[in-house]
């Protein structure tokens, strides 16, 4: 019931499928924290628990920054050089809550992240009912957030970015991941 999820990886040669894939992880990890709380009620701390706080742990101890990094260098950047005007309001308005939500989350994560780390360790057995509504508050920003990025904010970048604009972002992103070189597939050139 709470294993943990493998995805296939997506290529840095394109980089806007790769920030959807990590949507996808991302949805999953919050899919995997709510299956956590509810089987922590029912069933308490067991190893299935710790090993789906462990999982809940790295993905967003390790591939959620590096994600929100990729978005604050590479997405909103050109939109918000957008002329400040009615036709760009709703771009504009989007990636400032965009913006707002990554410092939520992170301040939320600081808060969360003790929790699992204790559940983890065996040294909790329940989310407190404050964890749980801090749980639930995070899950529901994420979903909010993914969906603002997903039906506003990436298809305006991407209509934004030209192809050697996609290159940089592509090899900055594997650098700062420690990734070798990257290779354009055909679709992106």
Request: hydrophobic content about 45%.
């Amino acid at each position: 019931m709470l294993a943990g999820f493998h995805s296939p990886a997506v290529g840095f040669d394109q980089p806007f499928e790769m920030l959807e894939a990590c949507h996808e992880r991302a949805q999953r990890s919050v899919a995997l924290l709510q299956r956590l709380i509810e089987h922590l009620h029912r069933l308490g701390n067991d190893e299935p628990a710790r090993q789906a706080a462990v999982d809940v742990l790295r993905y967003f101890d390790i591939a959620a920054p590096h994600h929100h990094d990729d978005e604050e260098r590479h997405v909103f950047p050109p939109l918000l050089a957008l002329p400040r005007d009615a036709v760009h309001a709703p771009v504009l308005d989007a990636v400032r809550r965009l913006q707002q939500d990554h410092r939520r989350m992170r301040r939320l994560w600081v808060r969360l992240r003790e929790a699992l780390h204790r559940l983890a360790q065996g040294l909790q057995t329940d989310f407190s009912p404050q964890q749980r509504r801090l749980a639930q508050d995070f899950i529901a920003l994420y979903d909010r957030h993914i969906a603002l990025e997903e039906r506003v904010v990436y298809p305006a970048a991407r209509h934004r970015l030209d192809a050697q604009a996609l290159w940089a972002m592509s090899r900055e992103m594997a650098s700062r991941r420690g990734v070798g070189q990257v290779r354009f597939s055909a679709a992106t050139r």
